[in-house]
């Protein structure tokens, strides 16, 4: 199957700095791509949805000034946790549809984000 | 999308049949039934998806219901490795659709 790969797959940060966490779709391209949250014993909450060569669409709740999206080209797409703080401290995770024949998404391993 | 519902949890022994069932009862006649599941710490994998017919893959069969409001992800020979949470979704199949995952079904298999 299609690979994405995340990295880090764990920061820790300091209080008030940023993190950038990267997605890539390794062997196909992919127009879209979305990011999501979970919190431990949670389902998968989707952030964001981000569009090669356009503005990310968030979801209703989500600070788009918090969690900037970048997806400059169709393999790669970026999420920037600005001035973190502990609450932001959760498991992130992006996913790529390629574009053309298939639809299913495929989704990296995961970034582990801990706040200090 | 159309919201479903699946079990918390389940047990299933090492070497049987599992069969988790998901409801999908307001279904649209355009949307798709997606499985996928998540191990722990690990992101989601995809596992099979259906219109109307039963598929099966390597990983799985899928049987939906002839009124689709309804299917079944069954795991014809279980293993260890298989604990996991399991996510029955719906969505349509368009590239720019989303998946919004639900509650899912926390799946044991215990030896």
């Known amino acids: 199957g299609a690979v994405v790969s995340q990295h880090p797959s764990r920061v820790i940060c300091k209080s008030g700095t940023s993190v950038k966490i990267e997605c890539r779709s390794l062997?196909?391209?992919?127009?879209?791509m979305f990011w999501y949250r979970q919190f431990p014993k949670q389902s998968l909450m989707l952030m964001a949805t981000?569009?090669?060569?356009?503005?990310?669409?968030?979801e209703q709740g989500v600070e788009k000034d918090k969690f900037l999206i970048n997806h400059a080209s169709l393999t790669l797409s970026t999420l920037t946790v600005t001035s973190a703080h502990p609450e932001d401290s959760s498991f992130y995770i992006c996913?790529?549809?390629?574009?053309?024949?298939?639809?299913?998404?495929?989704f990296g391993q995961g970034t582990r984000l801990t706040v200090v | 999308d159309a919201k479903t519902t699946q079990p918390t949890s389940m047990d299933c022994a090492e070497g049987r049949a599992a069969n988790l069932p998901c409801n999908h009862s307001?279904?649209?006649?355009?949307?798709?039934v997606y499985w996928y599941r998540q191990i722990h710490s690990q992101g989601p994998q995809y596992i099979i998806h259906?219109?109307?017919n039963n598929e099966t893959n390597e990983m799985a069969s899928l049987i939906i219901t002839e009124d689709r409001k309804s299917s079944t992800l069954i795991l014809p020979h279980a293993t260890l490795r298989d604990t996991a949470v399991y996510y029955c979704?719906?969505?349509?199949?368009?590239?720019?659709?989303?998946?919004?995952f639900g509650g899912g079904t926390r799946v044991l298999v215990k030896p």
């Open positions: 996913s790529a549809i390629p574009t053309g024949f298939h639809t299913e998404a495929f």
């Open positions: 062997d196909f391209q992919a127009t879209t």
């Open positions: 981000s569009n090669e060569g356009s503005k990310a669409t968030y």
């Open positions: 307001t279904i649209s006649g355009n949307e798709y």
């Open positions: 259906g219109l109307k």
């Open positions: 979704i719906v969505r349509a199949k368009a590239a720019g659709n989303k998946l919004t």
